[in-house]
């Protein structure tokens, strides 16, 4: 099973939290995408944009941190988090 864990925090206080969980057999990459779609989704946000640095982050640790300049739209809040917190290999 494949689990995402995204948060929205603002001023060091967690906002809103949700596990999205995937038991397709997709890729990982196919996986966090349509988990952040889906949390985007419930949370009423527009999906975030990935920058080079993003990416680089999620990569080396399977964490990221989307800031206010990855989405189009004015947020209400300081970061959305995502973390892989189960996987299958």
Do not use: G
Not at 11 to 18: E, G, S, V
């Amino acid at each position: 099973m494949f689990r995402l864990w995204v948060k929205l925090i603002s001023d060091n206080h967690l906002l809103k939290d949700m596990v999205v969980c995937d038991e397709t057999t997709d890729t990982r990459t196919h996986k966090v995408m349509n988990a952040i779609e889906k949390a985007c989704y419930e949370m009423d946000l527009s999906k975030p944009i990935w920058l080079d640095s993003v990416v680089k982050d999620f990569q080396l640790h399977a964490k990221c941190r989307f800031t206010r300049d990855s989405f189009v739209e004015d947020v209400s809040f300081d970061y959305m988090e995502i973390q892989v917190i189960e996987e299958d290999y």
